[in-house]
């Protein structure tokens, strides 16, 4: 089935670490706001703080918290924080760990940055299997889409979005070196190869690491707004159904 009217694009900002941060994201009309719960990253914050934070939301507005490998007992205390969290997993997490939370969450798909089509390669390594991931992730939310860098997150890079395959029955959401310049690109390659398409921005609307800028998240807010009127506009979008 197709769909003649594109769904509105669900926004989320990530690595949220000030109250002045959570009310633009907000006040700009963000679905989601994230907290990084992984102490090796700049923009760690404590269950504590996120909860704090998470105070400051109006409803319909969801906390997402980011983990990577972390304990079932870290994670089960910062939901009793925030019981109305989403789960973020970025490491190595399989989908057993993944539930053992009793939350909803979404899972993170490293994707390679030099991926190419290596079919007529031999010795080379086998692209990466968005299908049978989403597949293997079917209990999650949604796949969250992320570059494949040294350590984990994305380090502000963008992978190849062409090379995802055409169509996946997941709900995806796109994340890794999104800026305002860039989404609009983004989702219009993206939204028609998934059932529906969410976008992840952390370092695209920074000053620094883990401080935002109220000015650049209305600039990604209004692309991607405009990108939903693209798309709603174009007699030649029809989205790929499901497999």
């Not at 907290?35 to 923009?43: D, G, H, L």
Request: glycine content about 6%; aromatic content about 6%; some cysteine.
């Amino acid at each position: 089935m197709t769909s003649s009217a594109p769904l509105r694009t669900r926004i989320k900002i990530c690595g949220l670490t000030r109250e002045e941060d959570v009310d633009a994201a907000v006040a700009a009309g963000a679905d989601a706001v994230g907290f990084v719960m992984y102490e090796a990253s700049p923009r760690y914050i404590t269950a504590e703080r996120a909860a704090e934070l998470a105070r400051r939301l109006p409803p319909f507005v969801t906390p997402v918290l980011l983990f990577v490998n972390a304990p079932a007992t870290k994670i089960i205390a910062a939901c009793a924080r925030l019981p109305t969290a989403l789960l973020q997993f970025h490491g190595e997490e399989t989908p057993e760990i993944c539930l053992e939370a009793g939350r909803p969450f979404m899972r993170a798909a490293r994707i390679p940055l030099d991926e190419k089509t290596t079919e007529n390669t031999p010795n080379s390594p086998a692209r990466f299997d968005l299908v049978k991931y989403a597949q293997d992730f079917k209990a999650a939310q949604a796949i969250l889409l992320d570059a494949h860098v040294e350590g984990y997150g994305g380090g502000g890079k963008t992978f190849n979005w062409s090379l995802l395959p055409p169509n996946v029955s997941a709900h995806l959401v796109l994340s890794g070196g999104l800026t305002p310049a860039n989404v609009i690109d983004g989702i219009l390659q993206v939204r028609p190869r998934c059932t529906t398409l969410a976008v992840d921005v952390s370092s695209g609307v920074e000053i620094s690491k883990g401080i935002k800028s109220a000015d650049k998240i209305n600039q990604f807010v209004a692309a991607v707004r405009a990108a939903d009127e693209l798309l709603a506009k174009s007699s030649n979008h029809v989205r790929v159904p499901p497999a």
